[in-house]
């Protein structure tokens, strides 16, 4: 992809290379982190975003080596703060475009509340999730995705934690933008990236990432041409929940309960089946939970997409018509105002 921008005054093409830095991409070899980073630098150009306007800002772990790796500014927080961090950078420059590379520990776990919070703000950022279920920087730790019996370098009898559910933690704090691709499928990541991007607002992509040192296979069932077809269900807004490698399976609504149907049996046809809404925020739920449901596929797509208002323009907006009503204001008059005392 490229795309041209105004840099100087003056046109300029970008394309994938103009955002990948000179620096040695110092990940473990066959690293989903290589799939994400290709795909990221080869949709930058289409936004037609100069890169001293972007941004990416990570925290601790594989995936916060990010803002190394591309060409634009960046800032390397300390272990979870990067939603934080993103958060004071766009409420002070709301002219940058913002991005936050994480992984599920370092975003759900010493992170997780200022993940709620950047969602409930609704602040127009961009977040991607590498989600590998695990701590793959210090070594092979259990982490707050890790499913439950996991046995790890931390928990060798097997993990007693229940795990998190990315994407309906994102959709019950209030996330206006929710989904999910992985490293495997490169076009359907361009395509949700892109989309995310597109979105104004806080958008949440989780990405199922595969970490071939510490949790290899973590995902096979879902990235593998002969089970791939049976255990994942793309969402395309308007169209009906089909699936499988016949694409002989649907998914329909029993009251609120969702269940796997045949569509060679006789006995149901496309217009049973659920047509995907990402407007909806309910039936976006149910989706979520597929993936804790014994014989459903993973949702890959986008879950929810709302347009509601962005805490930085409410806040810009707010701050401009008190100065409307009260003038620009004067700090040493504030600073004297009300009560006060004189320490000798």
């Not at 490229?2 to 110092?26: H, W, Y």
């Not at 950047?118 to 793959?136: A, K, P, Q, S």
């Not at 459903?296 to 701050?319: A, K």
């Amino acid at each position: 992809m490229e795309s041209e921008t105004i840099q100087n005054g003056t046109p300029v093409k970008l394309t994938a290379k103009d955002f990948a830095s000179d620096q040695d991409v110092r990940w473990c070899p066959g690293c989903g982190d290589y799939s994400i980073l290709a795909q990221v630098q080869r949709v930058m150009p289409s936004f037609g975003i100069p890169k001293e306007k972007t941004v990416f800002v990570a925290g601790i772990g594989c995936s916060s080596r990010f803002p190394y790796y591309m060409n634009t500014y960046g800032f390397h927080g300390i272990h979870g703060r990067a939603a934080v961090i993103a958060s004071g950078l766009k409420m002070a420059r709301t002219d940058l475009d913002v991005w936050v590379a994480t992984g599920d520990g370092d975003l759900l776990s010493i992170g997780g509340n200022h993940f709620i919070h950047i969602l409930r703000r609704n602040i127009n950022t961009v977040i991607m999730l590498f989600n590998n279920r695990i701590y793959g920087l210090t070594k092979g730790q259990y982490s707050p995705t890790s499913e439950h019996g996991k046995i790890t370098k931390s928990s060798p009898l097997g993990t007693v934690d229940n795990p998190f559910n990315p994407l309906t933690l994102a959709l019950g704090a209030g996330g206006s933008f929710v989904a999910r691709t992985m490293d495997r499928d490169p076009k359907h990541m361009q395509d949700i990236v892109a989309k995310a991007h597109n979105h104004k607002g806080t958008s949440f992509i989780e990405i199922f990432q595969n970490c071939n040192i510490y949790n290899d296979g973590a995902f096979l069932p879902y990235t593998e041409k002969d089970t791939k077809p049976d255990n994942t269900v793309l969402l395309e807004h308007g169209k009906p929940l089909i699936f499988g490698s016949k694409k002989d399976k649907g998914i329909k609504l029993v009251g609120f309960r969702p269940v796997v149907v045949s569509l060679e049996d006789g006995k149901h046809t496309v217009d049973d089946l659920i047509v995907h809404d990402q407007t909806s925020k309910e039936l976006a739920m149910i989706l979520a939970q597929f993936s804790e449901m014994e014989d459903f596929p993973v949702p890959l797509g986008v879950l929810y997409e709302v347009e509601r208002p962005c805490f930085e323009d409410e806040m810009e907006e707010q701050i401009s018509n008190s100065i409307k009503k009260n003038g620009a204001g004067d700090l040493e008059k504030l600073l004297f105002s009300g009560t006060t005392w004189e320490v000798k």
